[in-house]
C-alpha cells in the first residue's frame, strides 16, 4: 500500500525522485525482516537449532521488487509515451535498467545483509531465472501440444527487441 501511495499514475517526475520516494520503504520492509535472521543467527550462537524456514521470504521479496518495477515502468510511461507495449517495457527497463538507476532490489538487499549478496551476482541470478522460466514455459506448451514460439509471440519479441535497440 505505501508503495502504490508512493507511485501514483498521476504524478510525472524524474527517475531519480521515483527512486527517491520508493528507496526508503524498501530499505524500512527489509530492515523488519532482516531482525529474523539476526534471531537465528543469536539462537544458533547458543547452540540451538532453528527450523525457521526464510525461504518464503525471498518469495515475498521477489513479488515485492516485480511489483515495484511494475508501477516504475507505468510511472515511467509519462515521458515515454510511445512504450505502450508492456513487452517493450519489459525488456527496455528490466532488471539491470533499474539497478543502474539506483533502485535498490529488496531480494537483492535483504540477501546482502544476511549473506554478503553482491549486485553482480543479483543481476545474474535473475537472468538465469528468466531463462529458466522460458525454458519451462517451453516444456510446458510442448507437453501440451503446443507450440511455443507462436507468430503473436515472435511479433512481440521483435517488437520488444526493436524498441530496446532504440
Known amino acids: 500500500m505505501k508503495i502504490k501511495a508512493k507511485t501514483r499514475k498521476t504524478l510525472t517526475l524524474s527517475k ?26 543469536a539462537n544458533e550462537e547458543h547452540g540451538q537449532k532453528s527450523r525457521c524456514m526464510t525461504r518464503w521470504m525471498l518469495r515475498i521479496f521477489l513479488s515485492i521488487d516485480g511489483y515495484i518495477r511494475k508501477r516504475l515502468r507505468v510511472a515511467f510511461i509519462h515521458k515515454h509515451s510511445n512504450q505502450k507495449n508492456e513487452q517493450k517495457m519489459r525488456s527496455k527497463w528490466n532488471n539491470g535498467f533499474f539497478v543502474g538507476i539506483k533502485l535498490v532490489p529488496s531480494y537483492w538487499l535483504y540477501l546482502n545483509k544476511a549473506y554478503g549478496y553482491t549486485l553482480e551476482e543479483y543481476i545474474n541470478e535473475m537472468k538465469i531465472k528468466g531463462k529458466r522460466k522460458q525454458q519451462n514455459a517451453k516444456k510446458l506448451a510442448k507437453a501440451k501440444g503446443e507450440e511455443y514460439f507462436t507468430p503473436h509471440r515472435i511479433q512481440k519479441m521483435q517488437n520488444a527487441w526493436n524498441a530496446s535497440s532504440c
Open 16 to 41: 531519480e525522485e521515483w527512486i527517491n520516494r520508493v528507496n526508503p520503504i524498501i530499505r524500512g520492509k527489509v530492515n523488519y525482516y532482516i531482525t529474523i535472521i539476526k534471531a537465528i543467527k
